[in-house]
Structures are given as structure tokens and as C-alpha cells.
């Protein structure tokens, strides 16, 4: 391939990824697939839902020593509010364990962060339980917030 026809294959790529479109850089190729030709408001409603039977609330962690540390959170689960807590290593392992308790497994079978140039971090899981996957995204501040984000709506998606 000379370098115009890769330049004809990125732009073509990017012009039909939402994600590349508002940020300058491509989605998993999986998901960009997917999401090929999306609005930037269909990806999101698609994606990242902002509603759902699953909320999240307060979070919170305390480190114990050995890689490991407590976290406790408040969950939101249809009308009933739950407190949750693990010992995990990350906070993703937390959640992971936090959403089983609570009768929502999920696995991720893939995962994706990207830092944004406006300090932003996204991120991308392709997460499955009971034979059905689905991408999700999250967009926040933090490497914690945004995946915690993504897999309260990939639990939304799964389970709601």
C-alpha cells in the first residue's frame, strides 16, 4: 500500500468512527466496526447509556498492604439501594466482584483506555454473561471513573 492509498484508508476509517471524529483517535477495531457511521449521539445512547435499572454511588478505598485494598460503594439496583464491599487488587476487580454479589456477573473479555487531549480518559469493554456481549464506554476524569462507568452501563446493557 503507497502512502496515498493509506491516507485514503485512515481517512476513510476515521470519517466513519464517531469516536475519531470528536477526539482524533480510533476506537477498538472491534468495536469501531460496529460503530461504523454513527452519530456521536447514537454512540453515546448506544454505548454509555445514561439511564438504567443499575446506578452507581459513592466509592471509596482503602488500601491494606500486599496490592490489595477495601473498597466499599453504593449501588443502586432497580428501587433498592445496596452497600457493597471487596478486597481486590484494582478497583475493576472490586466492581467485577461487587456486581456478582449483588447477582449481575459480568465478564470483561476486553479492555481499552485511551487518554484524551483534554486530560479526559476513555474507556472501552466488551464485556459478556449468559452467552450475550455487548461494547460499553466510559468518559470521566479518572482511569477509575470511566471504567467504573463503563461497567455500570455494560451491566445495564447485560442486565437491565
Not at 479518572?142 to 442486565?159: D, F, G, Q
Amino acid at each position: 500500500m503507497n502512502s496515498l492509498q493509506a491516507y485514503a484508508s485512515h481517512t476513510a476509517t476515521t470519517a466513519s468512527d464517531p469516536f475519531a471524529l470528536r477526539f482524533g483517535m480510533p476506537l477498538p477495531r472491534a468495536l469501531r466496526t460496529e460503530a461504523a457511521g454513527m452519530s456521536w449521539r447514537t454512540f453515546l445512547a448506544t454505548y454509555s447509556p445514561s439511564g438504567g435499572p443499575i446506578r452507581f454511588g459513592r466509592w471509596s478505598a482503602h488500601t491494606l498492604g500486599a496490592g490489595r485494598s477495601e473498597y466499599r460503594a453504593t449501588l443502586a439496583i432497580g428501587d433498592t439501594i445496596h452497600q457493597a464491599e471487596a478486597t481486590a487488587a484494582g478497583p475493576i476487580a472490586a466492581l467485577t466482584s461487587m456486581l456478582y454479589d449483588a447477582g449481575l456477573p459480568l465478564e470483561i473479555l476486553s479492555f481499552h483506555q485511551q487518554k484524551l487531549g483534554d486530560g479526559r480518559i476513555a474507556t472501552f469493554l466488551l464485556c459478556e454473561h449468559g452467552g450475550r456481549r455487548h461494547w460499553a464506554a466510559g468518559l470521566a476524569d479518572t482511569a477509575t471513573e470511566s471504567s467504573v462507568e463503563a461497567m455500570i452501563a455494560a451491566a445495564n446493557m447485560l442486565h437491565g
